[in-house]
């Protein structure tokens, strides 16, 4: 059975940074693919960073030049550096891994989640 343990996340101001990391057991996490995703509140999940098995890498627009999505594959962790960070970006941050790169991009389909992380971007 997957698991995800997500941490690192906090309260900043704008402009600054944080670096999530998330933990994942019960997959090949050298085969799978990674993302992170966010819930904002009233708002459905989203997709926001893809590491591929391979580290090619993907990233919604709002994350894009903003975000960098990295992986561990030693130690089964996968995680997000978060720069300039915006009030736009407050929100409970997942990640998931996924056999399939196709799946990554549908997370109201991905059966298993971790408790999320929350980050609040506040003056």
């Known amino acids: 059975q997957v698991h995800f343990v997500e941490s690192g996340g906090a309260a900043v101001q704008p402009g600054g940074s944080l670096k999530l990391s998330c933990i994942v057991s019960?997959?090949?996490?050298?085969?799978?693919?990674v993302a992170w995703y966010r819930q904002r509140p009233g708002n459905r999940r989203e997709f926001v960073a893809l590491s591929t098995q391979f580290a090619n890498t993907d990233y919604s627009t709002s994350a894009k030049g903003r975000f960098t999505i990295s992986r561990d594959n030693a130690k089964n962790t996968v995680f997000l550096q978060m720069n300039s960070l915006k009030p736009e970006d407050t929100a409970t941050y997942y990640c998931?891994?996924?056999?399939?790169?196709?799946?990554?991009?549908?997370?109201?389909?991905?059966?298993?989640w971790g408790q999320g992380t929350q980050v609040t971007v506040v003056s």
């Open positions: 998931n891994a996924q056999d399939q790169v196709t799946r990554i991009y549908l997370p109201d389909g991905l059966p298993a």
């Open positions: 019960g997959i090949d996490f050298g085969r799978s693919h």
